[in-house]
């Protein structure tokens, strides 16, 4: 391939050559296990609690409220589950355009017993603070509101969230997995009792992550057998991939401001290259309340898995919210809850930008684009001069 | 995920000078079917002579297989009567594309259901003249 293009780091990102460093000798002369008490297991629980600690820093919130996981799936449904277990009151608020591991981990739960409701959220994806408040005059355990979401990277009022939920005696968690990169977020001032985050959205390796719970919250332990992660959470300690997260977490904050100035101006130079150049395209999401790194248009007329599949042949990486690539025949659920009509789900692409994005990148990018959508265009029963 | 000849067509289809993909001038008959929620809509154009099918044309909304179905049924129904086209079922276009992903396959469905309703769409307007 002359050229790739990796426009889908919402997906996942590249691990950076400093956290692959930082990893390699725990597989190598450090593979002891954190539980041992010798000398090689002493090393490696040294190297966890380091980790522990920059993962904590990045929330602002104490080590010992960190516990990995195996990913932000595995923190969701942790804290979800955990935390309705232990509660005498059997019913849980989440918004409509959450993750997959928390909806269906919520419809989970409304079988055996839970009561469920959904949050609405207006065009841009903003929840409803009126509906909240509306849905909150019941007697809830827990509510749970992404911090930013994955497909259009819309961004929360995290703080009104939380303080509300506070005020009520309402446990509050937010799934910051696609936040957490260019977000800075305070779970004490924001008044947040459970987080969940992975390693592989933020430069560092797939398969760890972590639940961030508050001290003294109830929560069910989630995995029996072991006392790793205070007990809280057995199976041997994955060494390697919690050292990688550490120093993920510790780049991420030390490098916040530059990488989100840098991204926020490719993401903006992309957002009016291709409402100037392409005719009939909307932007998904909202336009000043969203992640650096997320572009989400829908191109009227065509369906969102032939500009994938184009621009795949062309060496760019993207994504869509179109019903023809979800595997199920489901369009977006989260395109759908924000108003946007069917045609105009299918038609969505995602470009997520990344820290190794450049403006040559979106240059290519926009050149390709422009003649895809053309070409599809001129192939389609569909007219562009329809409603928006 | 695609078979070699499904990508070779969706190219072709999408590129600057498309085989069976556009607008039929003068067609005979056109059908429609499909809808914006699932994602496809696919349109046939056809002309027609002496019951022959002598060209047809598409014009879809939808994704690579979509795309590829109807132009390969485009390509199977050229130079063939309305009953011969009609014979044809949707599992033919799949083997002639080399096979389609199991979601995908209703792609092929509605082929076949956008020739029928061209089909139809010409017997009808037949039976407007012959009554006129």
Not at chain 2, 6 to 15: P, S
Request: hydrophobic content about 40%; overall charge neutral; charged content about 25%.
């Amino acid at each position: 391939m002359e050229h790739e293009i990796y426009l889908d780091n919402a997906a996942t990102t590249y691990v950076s050559g400093e956290v692959f460093s930082a990893m390699q000798p725990y597989f190598l002369a450090h593979y002891g296990n954190a539980s041992s008490a010798h000398n090689l297991g002493r090393e490696a629980e040294a190297a966890v609690y380091k980790a522990r600690q920059a993962v904590a820093a990045l929330i602002n919130a104490s080590a010992d409220e960190i516990f990995f996981t195996s990913g932000a799936t595995e923190s969701n449904n942790w804290f979800i589950k955990g935390a309705i277990e232990r509660s005498a009151v059997k019913r849980v608020l989440v918004s409509r355009i959450e993750h997959p591991s928390i909806m269906e981990t919520v419809e989970y739960l409304g079988r055996h017993g839970v009561e469920v409701e959904y949050i609405n959220v207006d065009e841009g994806g903003i929840i409803s603070i009126p509906d909240l408040l509306s849905k909150l005059s019941k007697p809830t355990a827990l509510v749970s509101v992404m911090t930013a979401n994955n497909e259009v990277g819309t961004v929360q009022y995290i703080n009104t969230i939380g303080k509300i939920c506070r005020d009520k005696g309402v446990l509050f968690h937010t799934d910051a997995t696609q936040a957490v990169d260019s977000i800075t977020l305070d779970v004490k001032t924001m008044n947040i009792d459970g987080l969940s985050m992975s390693g592989h959205k933020i430069y560092g390796p797939k398969g760890v992550g972590a639940l961030y719970i508050k001290k003294g919250t109830q929560v069910e332990t989630f995995m029996h057998g072991g006392h790793q992660e205070r007990g809280k959470r057995a199976g041997t300690t994955d060494v390697p991939c919690i050292v990688g997260f550490g120093k993920a977490a510790e780049i991420t904050m030390r490098d916040m401001s530059i990488n989100n100035a840098r991204i926020r101006m490719l993401r903006d130079y992309l957002i009016r290259e291709i409402e100037g150049r392409i005719p009939a395209v909307k932007l998904n999401g909202h336009r000043t309340q969203r992640i650096v790194s997320n572009v989400n248009f829908s191109f009227q007329g065509i369906e969102g898995e032939s500009v994938l599949t184009l621009l795949d042949l062309d060496g760019i990486c993207v994504s869509t919210g179109s019903a023809c690539n979800s595997g199920t025949l489901d369009h977006s659920y989260v395109l759908d809850s924000m108003g946007v009509s069917d045609e105009m789900i299918n038609g969505s692409v995602r470009f997520s930008l990344g820290r190794n994005t450049t403006k040559e990148d979106l240059d290519f990018l926009i050149e390709k684009l422009v003649k895809i959508v053309g070409n599809l265009r001129k192939i389609s029963p569909i007219g562009i001069k329809g409603e928006l | 995920m695609y078979s070699d000849k499904v990508m070779e067509i969706f190219k072709t289809e999408t590129g600057d000078s498309p085989k069976n993909a556009g607008i039929l001038k003068n067609a005979d008959a056109s059908g429609q079917v499909g809808n914006a929620r699932c994602g496809d809509i696919m349109k046939i154009y056809l002309k027609i002579s002496d019951g022959v099918i002598i060209d047809a044309k598409f014009k879809t909304f939808g994704c690579v297989s979509a795309i590829a179905s109807t132009s390969i049924a485009c390509d199977m129904i050229k130079g063939k009567t309305i009953e011969e086209a009609l014979s044809f079922e949707n599992s033919d276009f799949v083997k002639a594309l080399g096979g389609l992903p199991a979601v995908k396959i209703h792609c092929s469905v509605l082929a076949k259901e956008a020739l029928e309703a061209a089909v139809a769409d010409y017997r009808k307007k037949q039976a407007k003249l012959a009554g006129g």
